[in-house]
């Protein structure tokens, strides 16, 4: 029997429980390998086996982290495992979070490697980047779960060379994504030939890559400017994560993915009581005092009765902004813009924290 053990992770679809009627299911463990676990299982078995699945609601985990973690730290103890596969989570933004979640979680505390797969869109990606953790491994994969056979053999793939304890090489050649961590090496060339080798191969227009390479985002061309404020349907949108007292949408302190349109039809000014800030990144007692540090309704309301601008549209955008991934926000941004177009906003003040 093979010496290596494995613990898989799965949410609530992968593990059978339900579908989105039981996200909210608390953390569960089984002996053996459950739903993807099954057809990974032949592909690892030359070195390791799966000893068991544990599996969690995706709501349940983004609501209760913390406790989630300590039960899975606890099963991954218990059971002596020697590595552990997150997903594959494809582009389900909750599982994607709870899997580089748990992956950078047990790598830090118990030491052993973490295996997980996504879509390179997936939020989980950005958390995945920022950890940087040696450790941790994500693997590209499709976008839907139609890309599921090809997804558990890179897992396989990898999974193999980690059980044996080989040295993996650098993302680009085994597969991974590149999580930004810069590494010591020896090479024949000095500094010079390699730098001037890359340049001759970019000038004939040969395959080449960087040492270091850097990410960066597409560039953004400015609106044009507002020629008559007077005539236009202005909108507010903070990243401050004001919301109705109560958050009744669930906000997250971090991380939150998802944004809310919510109405000040009839209203002169945002409340105190009525109104709180769901932020973990400054202190909201100041826009809990008085909401509308986070959107100026009073003030606009004013430039609106003097007719310095055409009509505040009945409904402000609010998302927390804090350790939020760069793809998340691009399509936050996507999808209000295409709100705000549909329903005839032609300008909007962005206040941030």
Not at 48 to 69: K, M, P, W
Request: hydrophobic share 35%; charged share 20%.
């Amino acid at each position: 029997m093979p010496e290596k053990k494995i613990i898989h992770y799965l949410n609530q679809f992968f593990a059978g429980v339900g579908g989105e009627e039981k996200a909210d299911a608390s953390v569960g463990f089984c002996r053996g390998a459950m739903g993807p676990g099954k057809g990974l299982e032949p592909l690892v078995r030359e070195e390791a086996t799966i000893v068991g699945t544990v599996f969690c609601g995706d709501n349940y985990f983004n609501d209760h982290s913390q406790e989630s973690l300590q039960e899975i730290v606890e099963a991954v103890r218990r059971e002596a495992a020697d590595l552990v596969i997150a997903g594959p989570a494809f582009d389900n933004g909750r599982y994607g979070f709870a899997c580089v979640e748990l992956a950078n979680h047990l790598a830090s505390q118990l030491g052993i490697p973490c295996l997980t797969a996504m879509y390179e869109e997936n939020p989980g990606v950005e958390i995945y980047r920022e950890y940087k953790n040696p450790k941790v491994f994500l693997l590209p994969t499709s976008q839907s779960v139609t890309g599921m056979r090809e997804a558990l053999s890179s897992i396989g793939r990898l999974a193999l060379k980690l059980c044996r304890n080989e040295t993996i090489g650098p993302a680009a050649k085994e597969g991974y994504l590149p999580r930004g961590i810069r590494t010591i090496t020896t090479t024949d060339k000095t500094g010079v030939q390699r730098a001037v080798d890359l340049l001759l191969a970019k000038v004939a227009r040969q395959p080449y890559a960087t040492e270091i390479p850097i990410r960066t985002l597409s560039p953004i061309n400015p609106a044009a400017g507002v020629a008559d404020f007077s005539r236009v349907k202005l909108a507010l949108v903070t990243t401050s994560g004001l919301a109705p007292y109560g958050n009744p949408d669930g906000f997250k302190r971090y991380r939150n993915t998802e944004w809310k349109k919510y109405s000040i039809e009839g209203s002169d000014g945002l409340a105190k009581g009525e109104w709180e800030a769901i932020h973990g990144g400054y202190d909201t007692r100041f826009i809990n005092n008085n909401p509308n540090y986070a959107v100026p309704v009073d003030a606009l309301r004013e430039l609106e009765e003097a007719r310095m601008i055409g009509e505040l549209y009945p409904y402000i955008y609010s998302i927390p902004g804090v350790q939020a991934s760069v793809s998340v926000m691009q399509r936050i941004g996507t999808e209000m813009a295409k709100d705000m177009k549909a329903n005839g906003v032609s300008a909007v003040v962005l206040t941030s924290t």
